[in-house]
């Protein structure tokens, strides 16, 4: 038979006609803008006869320190007594200290040598010679800088954290990933979660346990739980439709389904949540050093509070070493994983038998360890760096703040930056009526996103108001825009660069991967030698800390536009500058909101901490809270950098985001 | 239970199935002799039998069928109406044991929603569905998964292989899940593969497979349960049109080597012509026509099928039967004799050899004559009623 010719299809028009329903539900900009002013054109009268002044009026504030006050003082007199302490939050805190005890204790009865040697063999059998290197690296050099001690807190308070925060996190994302009612209910919270600051969560959490270890722990299980909740729920939906479908058809129930399919297909995000949780913890397991967490980020903590640079870098070099090392060492397992190879290891020797070598290993080291009499750190095998970083800091001082010609200095760099950006800024913020930043922010948020994310966005503004800490608010938002500014002109410049030259991009990939993993706390250090303290070294670490992920953003979204419609931009001879600007960049635009909705979350995270070194506002008061033992100054802050985050958040937040989610 | 006993009195029909009747050369001969029309029965076991079905998408679907003021609707005005898309619309046919029933249609047409209902991966919203007489869709959960597990598989589009386990595992998936011992199942699994010509590539992953390969070894998974029916979804739409040859000529083989009743999903009319006993085109949720392919191409029930097949070369699909004229005198007793099913194609070059008419008999009786005239008119689309004058214009 010969074949036969494929018939004519004959043309059937599906789509529906131009414009349709959908553009009817959509109001375009200039009537949301038109409705907004006649909202405005209403209410502001009212609102400017009522309550004179641009501060936010008195009458509209609610005094909630005294009822906080009174909380904290009842819980702190019926901690031994009330049953809700005694049978439940006495034995979760007991059953934390027990266990990162037991972990600490375990580590410290390996010795160093052993916990070198694990370490090392571990991160081999996972990630590879490479990051195993490191990982030897890293332990030496933590030895080394005397901060062995420490270090072996971190890690034991680390092992805690991350354990029960993936086995919260999978749980969460399991029972979200199968039931569509709980995803629905869930979705918006952790979405929430995500862009909130790591400072936000230390009071609530301080206030219920006390300052300690069991606080700390919490803290960072709240704060590293989500993103893994997050990826296991959107994993497990996101399962390729075709394959489950398939699994189906053969009869499989619904556990077989789960087992067999579901899990399988999403190892790639349940992995990527285990790294994103990782770093997460890390990142607050150094924060909570604020709510009795001992470790690194508390050697880093006490250093600050005394600007003295070089303990604070002493502490900081092994929390970059242990950040990349774990950061290493999942993506590598992850990868590994997602490519079904094989795992390194001499041939026979396979799954839990070459664990089990690993193991017996690790022993004999850390036998050999204790044998040898060296259980902690050698004494004498110690570098101290901090004299030498403090005198090369002092020598900074003298020579680099202020009168290098030309250029002027770095202190004189801070203190223009204040005088003329930051003080205007602050200023104009505060003196402009408070009806008018909510109808700037009602607008923004309408203009970019939906009624939803305007009314979240206009709510959670009022409730600062509300609070009474309108003024420190304000001062902590001009801050963030100063640092928004300076990150998006840096970022979207380095980012269309590196979009545009390979070269450029491969020198610059391993720079952003360091700088993306380290935690927020770290970033302090730096600026705090380079521009002592205040106001302007707290906008330059956000600025250092937002920009990575601003460039990869931009970078990424230049890099993913159609090809197909650069080339043909260029096949009608557009310059490369035209290509840039009338192809490359509209169609890049989600990805550049995108970056600009990342930037104000990471900016206000590290803007808040800034507190720590000076920046004042609202992360001042969080701190002061902690110090002082006064927790409803600190929780009223905590709370305004949570409103505050919210209204960032949905400000930038473009529509492609929430359309396939609900809620705001 | 049910599935159980099903399965295995399933496996003793098989046995006497007769084979699909067309000649191993002829891949889409699809039995022109035979003419098994669309509404007759004759005789033959039915193995789904489908009536009055009915699947609507979107709020409150029930009260769409059973509302004749919405049922008679337009896809377009149901919508709008009602915000429902009837996907399928008062479908009813039967489906022999052994046969290959092809549903065709172009994108949109509801052919996939269909063939998702026969096994409930889609609930139907109304209607009547029957296998071997069994009511499928009062069936509970326990019964339906049986169903699935030992009666019916399906063969997707896009394959639906599980991209973690090796070639030999995704294979032995369906026997895995109803719980078979992991050496009996892989034992099974591998002669599936072999089956499918995949002989040394059990370790691999379907990542690492081409297209066709993948498909193999969807075509693998679906037999190894070794199920009464065959299901497919397009099952070829997604590769290269050779691979694509070589894929359909393999499902030829297997249904002349087993006789394994398939019910195939296409929107590739030469597809459908090569494979089908019987096609049911579909469009907009309905069946417009439901015959054999020489039915179909020969004789279209309205100006849509018309043009569906217009450009089919009919003396492929045609045969003798459809351009016989009655003899004349003297021509019932001399000249070359043909069968009825004799394709046109086929039946020109006896003919020319001729130089005059050529008789058509069947058990040794005379059913008429054919000769340059009828054979062209044929060809040329003139033996229809319809647009015979728009041809000449």
């Known amino acids: ?664 | 239970m049910t599935g159980t006993s099903g399965g295995a009195s399933a496996e003793a029909k098989s046995e006497n199935t007769p084979a699909k009747s067309g000649t191993p050369g002829q891949a889409a001969s699809a039995a022109p002799g035979s003419a098994t029309t669309g509404s007759a029965t004759d005789g033959r076991e039915v193995v789904f039998s489908v009536r009055e079905l009915w699947k609507v998408f979107g709020p409150k679907a029930e009260r769409i069928p059973q509302d004749a003021s919405l049922a008679e609707l337009s896809a377009a005005e149901l919508r709008e109406r009602t915000g429902c898309t009837a996907a399928v619309r008062d479908v009813s046919f039967d489906v022999h044991k052994g046969e290959v029933f092809v549903v065709m249609g172009l994108s949109g047409s509801g052919k996939s929603t269909l063939v998702r209902c026969l096994t409930r991966l889609v609930e139907p919203t109304s209607g009547g569905l029957a296998m071997d007489g069994e009511d499928v869709r009062a069936m509970d959960r326990t019964a339906l998964r049986e169903l699935r597990r030992h009666r019916a598989s399906m063969v997707f589009q896009h394959f639906g292989l599980l991209p973690h386990r090796t070639v030999l595992d995704n294979v032995a998936y369906g026997l895995e899940i109803q719980g078979m011992g992991k050496a009996e199942r892989r034992e099974k699994a591998a002669a599936m593969v072999a089956k499918v010509g995949l002989d040394g590539l059990e370790q691999r992953r379907p990542g690492q497979l081409s297209g066709g390969q993948q498909q193999r070894v969807g075509l693998a998974r679906a037999l190894a349960t070794d199920p009464e029916v065959l299901l497919f979804d397009e099952p070829f739409s997604a590769l290269d049109p050779l691979i694509r040859r070589d894929m359909q000529e393999e499902v030829v083989r297997l249904h002349r080597e087993e006789g394994r009743t398939m019910v195939f999903i296409t929107h590739d009319l030469s597809e459908a012509l090569r494979l089908g006993d019987r096609i049911a085109l579909m469009r907009d949720g309905r069946i417009v026509q439901l015959g054999t392919p020489e039915e179909i191409v020969g004789s279209p029930a309205d100006d849509y099928v018309r043009d569906f097949v217009r450009d089919v070369p009919r003396e492929q699909v045609l045969s003798v039967r459809r351009a016989m004229r009655p003899a004349r005198e003297g021509e019932a007793e001399q000249g070359p004799a043909l069968r009825p099913g004799t394709l046109i194609s086929e039946a020109i070059e006896a003919v020319v050899r001729s130089g005059g008419t050529v008789r058509v008999v069947e058990d040794g009786r005379c059913l008429g004559v054919v000769d340059h005239a009828c054979l062209l008119d044929v060809v040329a689309r003139l033996d229809q009623p319809g647009p015979r004058d728009e041809v000449a214009a």
């Open chain 1, 1 to 664: 038979m010969s074949t036969l010719a494929p018939p004519p299809r004959p043309v059937v028009d599906l789509a529906p006609p131009a414009g349709g329903p959908r553009a009817l539900l959509r109001p375009r900009p200039v009537h949301k803008l038109a409705l907004l002013a006649l909202l405005a054109a209403v209410l502001v009268p009212v609102a400017a006869l009522t309550w004179s002044g641009a501060q936010w009026p008195a009458g509209l504030t609610v005094d909630v320190s005294g009822p906080l006050g009174d909380t904290t003082d009842w819980i702190i007199d019926n901690r031994d007594s009330h049953p809700l302490f005694v049978y439940f939050l006495g034995h979760l805190s007991n059953a934390v200290v027990l266990s990162v005890r037991g972990v600490y204790l375990l580590l410290l009865a390996l010795g160093w040598i052993g916990v070198t040697a694990g370490g090392t063999l571990l991160a081999w059998r996972l990630a590879g010679a490479r990051i195993a290197a490191l990982t030897l690296v890293f332990f030496l050099v933590s030895g080394g800088l005397g901060m062995w001690v420490p270090t072996m807190q971190t890690l034991a308070l680390m092992v805690v954290a991350v354990f029960v925060s993936a086995l919260v996190g999978a749980l969460l994302g399991l029972a979200a990933g199968l039931s569509e009612r709980t995803f629905r209910l869930l979705r918006p919270v952790l979405d929430t979660m995500q862009v909130l600051p790591a400072f936000a969560y230390l009071l609530p959490v301080a206030l219920v346990f006390g300052n300690g270890v069991p606080a700390a722990l919490l803290a960072t299980v709240i704060y590293a739980a989500p993103p893994m909740a997050r990826l296991t729920a959107l994993g497990l939906r996101g399962a390729d439709a075709t394959v489950i479908e398939a699994v189906s058809s053969l009869g499989a129930t619904g556990r077989q389904k789960l087992l067999t399919a579901r899990l399988p297909l999403a190892r790639k995000e349940l992995l990527l949540g285990l790294n994103q949780t990782i770093m997460m913890a890390l990142s607050m397991v150094v924060i909570a050093s604020m709510i009795g967490a001992a470790g690194l980020g508390d050697r880093v903590y006490q250093a600050l509070s005394t600007v003295d640079v070089g303990a604070a870098l002493a502490a900081a070099l092994p929390i970059v070493l242990l950040a990349i090392v774990m950061d290493r060492t999942t993506a590598a397992a992850g990868e590994r994983l997602g490519a079904g190879g094989t795992p390194p290891g001499p041939g026979g020797l396979r799954g839990p038998l070459l664990w089990a070598a690993l193991a017996a290993v690790t022993a004999v080291f850390a036998v050999a360890g204790r044998l040898s009499g060296s259980r902690v750190w050698p004494t004498g095998g110690t570098l101290e760096i901090a004299r030498p970083v403090n005198d090369f800091k002092e020598w900074m001082v003298d020579h680099l703040y202020s009168g290098v010609p030309v250029v002027g200095g770095t202190a004189d760099w801070a203190g223009r930056f204040t005088d003329w950006v930051l003080n205007p800024l602050r200023d104009g913020l505060t003196a402009l009526p408070w009806y008018g930043t909510l109808l700037v922010v009602a607008a923004l948020a309408w203009l970019i996103g939906t009624w939803r994310t305007a009314l979240t966005a206009v709510l959670a503004m009022a409730a600062i108001g509300v609070l009474g800490v309108w003024e420190p608010s304000m001062n902590t938002l001009s801050q963030v825009l100063a640092a928004l500014a300076v990150t998006l002109v840096l970022g979207f410049a380095v980012g269309v660069f590196a979009a545009g030259s390979r070269r450029f991009e491969a020198l610059l990939r391993p720079v952003l991967d360091v700088l993306q993993t380290m935690p927020q706390f770290v970033y302090l250090i730096p600026v705090v030698a380079l521009f002592a303290v205040g106001r302007a070294p707290a906008v330059a670490a956000a600025v250092v800390y937002a920009l990575p992920a601003v460039i990869r953003i931009t970078t990424q979204g230049l890099r993913q536009v159609d090809p197909a419609a650069v080339e043909a931009a260029r096949s009608l001879g557009a310059t490369r500058w035209q290509t840039l600007r009338q192809v490359q960049l509209p169609l890049a635009r989600p990805a550049l909101l995108l970056a600009v909705n990342q930037g104000v979350v990471l900016v206000l995270a590290v803007v808040v901490i800034g507190g720590l070194v000076g920046g004042g506002a609202l992360g001042y008061d969080v701190v002061t809270g902690l110090a002082t033992g006064d927790l409803a100054l600190g929780l009223v802050a905590g709370v305004a950098i949570v409103c505050l985050g919210l209204v960032l958040d949905r400000v930038t937040q473009p529509t492609e985001r929430r359309s396939t989610g609900k809620g705001a």
